[in-house]
């Protein structure tokens, strides 16, 4: 089992920039996939990013270009650098465990969630 906890959320405005953290506990961190999702008022929650056991990266159309995920395995950690946000990135976000090696975008297919961190981003 792994226990996943996100940080780093916040008020911004429009093109200001924030990192968000995921910190595990529990099971071997490097043996899992790991993915940020986020979840806006009303709508359901959607992918935004994810990162393979090996480093390699995924990212939704939206948030391309302007959001860099990465992981320091000897840290237990995962991190979501958000440049240039616009107002349309205000969600809840959560980072999900996935112990399979395919990669996917599904939310069902993420055996392990925290309980997520607020962005909020101002016009």
């Known amino acids: 089992q792994v226990q996943l906890v996100e940080s780093g959320g916040g008020l911004v405005q429009a093109g200001d920039s924030l990192r968000l953290s995921c910190a595990a506990s529990g099971d071997t961190f490097s043996d899992y996939a790991m993915g940020w999702f986020r979840q806006a008022p009303g709508k359901e929650r959607e992918f935004v990013s994810r990162?393979?056991?090996?480093?390699?990266?995924y990212y939704a159309d939206s948030v391309k270009g302007r959001f860099t995920i990465s992981r320091d395995n000897p840290k237990n950690s995962m991190y979501l650098q958000m440049n240039s946000l616009e107002p349309e990135d205000t969600a809840v976000y959560y980072c999900?465990?996935?112990?399979?090696?395919?990669?996917?975008?599904?939310?069902?297919?993420?055996?392990?969630w925290g309980q997520g961190t607020q962005v909020t981003v101002s016009s």
């Open positions: 990162i393979s056991r090996g480093g390699n990266t």
């Open positions: 999900a465990a996935d112990r399979g090696r395919i990669y996917t975008t599904q939310v069902s297919r993420y055996e392990y």
